[in-house]
């Protein structure tokens, strides 16, 4: 109730005005635009100007306002980014100052850990997101089989589609970089490691294992179970999306391993002849980690340099918890980790049935233990760029894959030292 009655702070000539920023897609800015116009209703004296990209080039613009203190005062940040902007947990206002006026018991103790830094809370997590499978069960059922469920059925199923579907039918698509999360999902079962360990500077895997990382990468392409990078690419790029892929939306490519919060993008381009659905998490027997790769989704965070932290606080508050807001920004962030959003949207009916299937069996994995936090420097730019790079080049066989992992070895740990 404070929320909707703060204003303009005392002695303030004239409204306060706050900057937002964020990156989405089209549906995501037209919600939190609405969003913001509820806000200022019920906030006089309090404007929003919104600051709104797409994802390419965000992480720089906002790395050049840190760096030079010029940052809005609420962003939406990846979760890694942490790692980058605020290692001593000082790079963003500390939450735990204004717990009175944050519904902090509307998340887990988990939760507010991961957005914990040296015991700052640096943010609160908008929603929990991880890689899942996702089967397009028509495809599966013209080639007559059923979605696998197991490792062996997924790579079984490559010269079946290709026999019974095309030479350009594939059981599963995806950018060469979802690939090799792919891969490291079949070895961290395996062998229960991760490519970085999660709290030492260095590389987890040992060389052997990393050279299998690679060759796992190598067998899907090499069985017909993925579509290979240089045909991908011959169709406007190695990276471009799935759902901008024609084989996509005519079901000749049936699956994909993606983010739960990608789903209705996925689901967007099909065809009224295919039929999405999300697969059981393939694992291998035994396995003691289940390799899913998960995390929080996004943080909203306040910048410490913010001349009204009061304001920008009830407005973070109000977009990531208040149930009008949920009602306005919908899933766009993901299923809310915030229990009063979220059972807002509930009782609407406002969750998608395969977003809840998602987020229902990756609740599992966490709560069963099975679901490792990754390292936050797995995601720093130029960890992506190495992995990119070395994997491309495994993939037009310009690389071994003993010489591959050397590269990951040895650049993995000079990264990691620098990265730290």
Not at 22 to 42: C, I, N, P, V, Y
Not at 89 to 105: E, I, K, M, R, Y
Not at 368 to 373: H, S
Request: with cysteine.
């Amino acid at each position: 109730m404070a929320a909707t009655a703060l204003g303009a702070p005392a002695g303030a000539q004239g409204p306060v005005t706050l900057r937002f920023l964020w990156w989405g897609g089209s549906d995501r800015h037209a919600r939190t635009l609405k969003a913001l116009q509820a806000f200022e209703a019920g906030h006089p004296g309090l404007r929003v100007k919104a600051e709104y990209m797409g994802f390419n080039g965000y992480l720089e613009k906002l790395t050049t306002q840190m760096v030079g203190g010029t940052e809005p005062d609420l962003l939406q940040i990846n979760w890694a980014w942490l790692a980058m902007f605020s290692r001593q947990g000082t790079g963003f206002l500390d939450l735990n100052a204004h717990q009175a006026s944050l519904p902090l018991v509307d998340y887990t103790p988990d939760d507010l850990a991961l957005c914990t830094v040296q015991g700052k809370l640096n943010g609160l997590p908008l929603s929990y997101t991880a890689r899942v499978f996702l089967w397009n069960t028509a495809a599966f059922q013209r080639a007559g089989l059923a979605p696998p469920s197991g490792w062996d059925e997924l790579y079984a199923a490559g010269p079946v589609f290709k026999q019974r579907l095309g030479e350009r039918a594939y059981p599963i698509d995806g950018e060469p970089y979802d690939m090799l999360l792919l891969a490291q999902t079949y070895i961290q079962q395996r062998h229960g490691t991760p490519y970085l360990h999660p709290s030492e500077p260095r590389v987890a895997m040992s060389r052997e294992v990393l050279v299998e990382w690679v060759q796992t990468f190598e067998r899907l392409y090499a069985s017909g179970t993925a579509t290979p990078v240089p045909y991908r690419a011959s169709l406007g790029g190695a990276e471009k999306p799935i759902e901008q892929q024609p084989d996509w939306v005519v079901g000749r490519w049936a699956g994909n391993y993606t983010w739960d919060s990608a789903i209705r993008l996925r689901q967007s381009t099909l065809d009224a002849a295919q039929r999405l659905d999300v697969g059981d998490f393939l694992t291998l027997p035994g396995a003691r980690t289940s390799g899913m790769f998960g995390r929080p989704a996004l943080l909203f965070s306040v910048s410490k340099h913010t001349k009204h932290p009061e304001a920008a606080v009830a407005l973070l508050r109000y977009l990531s918890a208040s149930p009008e807001a949920a009602a306005l920004l919908g899933v766009t962030r993901g299923i809310p980790s915030a229990a009063t959003a979220r059972a807002a949207l509930e009782r609407a009916g406002a969750l998608p049935a395969l977003e809840r299937k998602a987020a229902e069996q990756i609740r599992q994995q966490r709560e069963a233990g099975r679901l490792e936090l990754p390292a936050m420097r797995f995601e720093d730019a130029r960890f992506r760029r190495l992995l990119r790079e070395v994997f491309e080049r495994v993939a037009y066989r310009r690389i071994s894959a003993p010489d591959a992992a050397q590269r990951l070895l040895d650049e993995g740990n000079a990264l990691s030292r620098k990265i730290r």
